[in-house]
């Protein structure tokens, strides 16, 4: 399973949302989609799962334009979550896990089952309340679990993550982060866009950095973000570690504070 | 919700149906030998019982065809309080009937049109009406590309004044004996007696606007994340629009034709089936009809027994009497809406 | 609704019902979901078992063998409060077995309807010989013609407009039998004579009658009380057909010589002479109980009308005009 797209295009109105970006994305990897706020992160992933129409360009799977691709097929290859869930009326989590089988015939044929699913995102023990009456976090974590029942990594199936992580606490970002190494493990593709250096450095093999609706870059992750790449992203002095790239501290007696990269 | 108060709810619905439709047929007034009039239990003669049958039938089929199309403006616009007249039917059909009675008064050599118009009960004045208030959302979502909730409501409401503004308009035009029938129109009025062809239609639709909700019943449910994620679950969400709108416009026309433009049973209904049985749309869609046949046939019983010495109430007026308080209920029980 | 048109109901509604079920059944199988079309299958023969259940328990023929009044009269059941004053004058013995609430003098009938419809479960139950409506400009109600069609009543319709409309009433009702002929012809002619003895008090001045003060309701040409200012030798003068809400602007155009506003409104006065008239007109009041109703009291409340208008005790300032 190969994505590709090509000079994609996106405008609104007068604002340009990305600028002839082409990017390829390899199964098996995590990719982390690195940008700072605006630079058009929500309106790649959207525009890779196909819900955004192109001014220009084309996005394509294995071959085949996405645009003309059914909807049902297209849910079955694809995964994704939005920056923020919920569901309008009192449904279940449980139930709203379940809509990930909309697509699939007979409920089956994701990643994981329904129950299998909540149990990889431990929402166990919430399984049976209103999904709205849960945190953002947990609705997020749902989110996800759905994405796991609705796409099948063995068969090319691929997550597409807006901000997994934003309102995660470090426990639930490393279940969440040994879900995504699984299902890349299995076979499938994730791309997750995110602003957590540290995290994306931990979790992703490959990054796209994206600025003012342009890839800047992309590649496999250690070329990739670099200190200096990082600094002219997003604007603050970063300074290399054992955890990669990290934000130049601001303390004042702290010893790298003075180091240079 | 468990799967046996899930139970209890079907069994309240159902149950609630069938009590009021025997009460509705066997409850009832009568006129003793001296005159007066009481209320009495029991089999009623033929005469009165088949009246009362063509009574109970027009107010299932108008109030499951407004429960339904209730719960297809409130699924399409993802808004609790969508009603069935919030695309503008109620003011395009009561529009037809003005135009129509303008014409039979004032329209000179058009009266014939007005005439044409006002038959069957103002089964064309209203139809029309309504149909052309559908159209004008469809046509104006179309040419603004899209069938979002926003984009609707707005519609709805310039479709819905620029009617009302017509029928203030020809009201103002016409004598004082004509307005009057059009302020006992949006009272609402179940019909004794109503044309076979007007109720089997009314009931078609019911039953159609049933099946199809049952057939998508997943879709709808899928519907009810966010756009974006509606659409990568797979549901094909313009489709869906498309139909939701055009289901619930035809069963708002057929049921203001029917029975006028009666509040609250569809803005309602739809709330009572989701409290009893859950927001499934496998269930959610049969106990909506349930709960519409309910409430219209509870509001005509209702209306049967009381009487103000001034006639009997409208059915419109009883059911925003219960249905305003009814709500205020439910929005405090709920906490506000989810 | 007997058994022929209920079939009518069922059977339309189970031929969409099959159509439809038929093509979801097939679209059904196509996607292989057991379960779903399991359920909805359930549904569905639930629903028809219940329709058939519902269509076999309502095949009662319509029981045509009403129990005998021992009354022999016939049975009058009036709509309108102003045909059943008309009814109660020419033949108080009538056998009046449904009112509207407005009607007057008929307190023992039961309430059977309004102006705008009519209970048709008590009408069944009443059976009725003739039914008296005074139908609206949109139509007599479509409800009263199908319980015609069933009850088989006589149905004296008519828009009362004027005296000629109360004359052609009255004579209908002798049609009916149930008023008897020297009644009616008494009353027609006192009711010329009435009018014969008239004397012109109104000498030709224009006159506006209003009938409302808040808003302005005045009386057009066409209505009986637009009858009732001619007879007074009066001009009315406004020259618009029907029952009309007017504008102060309108009414002051109008230029009226006498405005009588009916009903006791004890500052009408006031509030019509603080109106910016050109000059300003005689205002005068005018009660009598059977002024709203257009029946047989027409002649009498004539008679009030002009006596009221003679009796004036305000000046007249054009008085210049009269003969």
């Known amino acids: 399973m190969t994505m590709r797209l090509q000079a994609a295009t996106v405008r609104f109105g007068a604002v340009t949302a990305l600028e002839d970006a082409s990017v390829d994305i390899q199964p098996g990897v995590v990719t982390a989609v690195i940008g700072p706020n605006a630079a058009g992160k929500s309106t790649l992933l959207r525009v890779l799962a196909g819900l955004q129409r192109l001014q220009a360009g084309v996005v394509s799977i294995d071959g085949t334009d996405l645009a003309s691709m059914p909807a049902r097929t297209r849910a079955r290859r694809i995964g994704f979550l939005a920056q923020r869930g919920g569901v309008s009326g009192p449904f279940l989590t449980r139930e709203v896990v379940g809509f990930g089988g909309f697509a699939l015939a007979s409920g089956r044929g994701g990643f994981h089952g329904v129950d299998a699913a909540i149990d990889a995102v431990g929402l166990t023990a919430d399984a049976d309340r209103p999904l709205n009456q849960l945190s953002i976090g947990q609705q997020q974590r749902a989110g996800l679990a759905r994405a796991l029942v609705q796409v099948d990594p063995a068969a090319g199936g691929l997550l597409l993550l807006d901000e997994p992580f934003s309102a995660q606490d470090p426990r639930e970002i490393e279940r969440i982060a040994a879900i995504l190494e699984a299902f890349a493990a299995a076979g499938g593709g994730v791309v997750a866009a995110m602003h957590e250096v540290g995290v994306a450095w931990s979790v992703a093999d490959h990054a796209v950095l994206l600025a003012g609706g342009a890839v800047i870059d992309a590649g496999e992750i250690e070329s990739v973000l670099s200190p200096r790449a990082l600094e002219s992203l997003f604007g603050t002095r970063f300074v290399p570690s054992e955890h990669g790239p990290v934000p130049a501290s601001r303390r004042r007696n702290d010893a790298s504070a003075r180091g240079d990269g | 919700m468990s799967p046996r108060r899930r139970i209890l709810g079907a069994a309240i619905l159902i149950g609630g149906v069938g009590l009021l439709l025997f009460l509705r047929l066997f409850v009832g007034r009568t006129i003793t030998p001296d005159g007066a009039v009481e209320i009495v239990f029991g089999l009623p003669d033929a005469s009165v019982l088949s009246i009362r049958i063509g009574s109970s039938i027009a107010a299932i089929a108008a109030g499951s065809a407004l429960a339904l199309s209730g719960l297809a403006f409130q699924v399409l616009l993802r808004n609790p309080l969508a009603s069935p007249w919030v695309l503008g039917v109620s003011s395009g059909a009561g529009f037809g009937l003005m135009l129509a009675a303008w014409l039979v008064v004032a329209g000179g050599g058009f009266a014939w049109l007005g005439d044409l118009l006002m038959r069957w009960s103002g089964l064309p004045a209203a139809g029309g009406g309504a149909l052309l208030a559908i159209a004008v959302v469809w046509l104006l979502g179309r040419r603004i590309g899209t069938f979002d909730p926003v984009t609707l409501v707005l519609c709805g409401v310039i479709v819905s004044a620029t009617f009302a503004a017509g029928i203030m308009l020809l009201q103002h035009l016409v004598p004082n004996g004509v307005r009057g029938d059009l302020v006992t129109w949006m009272m609402g009025r179940i019909p004794e007696v109503a044309s076979p062809w007007l109720l089997g239609s009314v009931c078609g639709l019911s039953v159609i606007g049933f099946g199809l909700g049952s057939w998508q019943a997943s879709g709808l449910d899928a519907a009810c994340l966010g756009e974006d994620e509606a659409r990568s679950v797979g549901v094909s969400l313009d489709h869906l629009r498309n139909g939701l709108l055009i289901a619930g416009g035809l069963l708002a026309a057929g049921s203001v034709v029917l029975v006028g433009p009666i509040a609250f049973v569809g803005l309602l209904s739809p709330h009572l089936a989701r409290l009893l049985v859950g927001p499934r749309h496998g269930r959610l869609v049969p106990a909506t009809v349930a709960a519409g046949a309910a409430v219209l046939l509870g509001a005509d019983l209702v209306r049967q027994l009381v009487d103000l010495g001034g006639g009997r109430l409208p059915v419109g007026v009883v059911t925003s009497l219960v249905g305003g308080p009814a709500f205020l209920w439910l929005l405090l029980r709920r906490g506000g809406v989810s | ?323």
Request: proline share 7%; hydrophobic share 45%.
């Open chain 3, 1 to 323: 609704m007997d058994g022929a048109v209920l079939y009518e109901v069922v059977s339309m509604t189970l031929f969409t019902r099959t159509f439809v079920v038929g093509s979801i059944v097939r679209r059904l199988a196509r996607r292989v979901e057991p379960r779903r079309a399991d359920r909805l299958a359930r549904l569905l023969v639930f629903g028809l078992v219940g329709l058939v259940v519902l269509a076999g328990g309502c095949g009662v023929p319509a029981d045509e063998g009403a129990e005998v009044s021992p009354d022999p009269r016939s049975r009058v059941v009036s709509l309108s409060p102003a045909m059943t004053t008309t009814l109660l004058d020419l033949a108080p013995e009538a056998n009046l077995v449904g009112r509207t609430p407005w009607c007057r003098g008929a307190a023992s009938a039961p309430v059977v309807g309004t102006l705008e419809g009519v209970d048709a479960e008590l009408l069944v139950q009443i059976r009725p010989d003739v039914v008296l409506v005074q139908p609206p400009a949109s139509g007599i109600d479509p409800v009263i013609l199908a319980l015609q069609d069933r009850l088989e009543f006589r149905l004296i319709s008519r828009r009362l407009d004027g005296l000629a409309d109360v004359r052609a009433t009255a004579d209908d009702l002798v049609a009916a039998g149930v008023v008897e002929s020297k009644a009616r012809d008494a009353w027609s002619a006192s009711a010329s004579e009435v009018a014969a003895n008239a004397d012109a008090v109104g000498a030709g001045r224009r006159l506006l009658l209003l009938h409302g003060l808040d808003p302005f309701r005045a009386v057009g040409t066409g209505t009986y009380l637009d009858e009732t200012i001619e007879s007074a030798g009066a001009v009315n003068a406004l020259r618009r057909p029907g029952w009309i809400e007017i504008g102060v602007e309108a009414m002051v155009s109008l230029e009226p010589d006498v405005v009588v506003v009916i009903g006791d409104a004890p500052d009408a006065t006031a509030t019509l002479d603080a109106l910016p008239w050109r000059r300003r007109p005689v205002v005068v009041g005018f009660e009598h109980p059977d002024v709203f109703e257009p029946s047989t009291r027409i002649p009498a409340v004539n008679a009030a009308f002009r006596a009221r208008l003679q009796s004036n005790p305000a000046s007249d300032p054009v008085a210049e005009r009269d003969s």
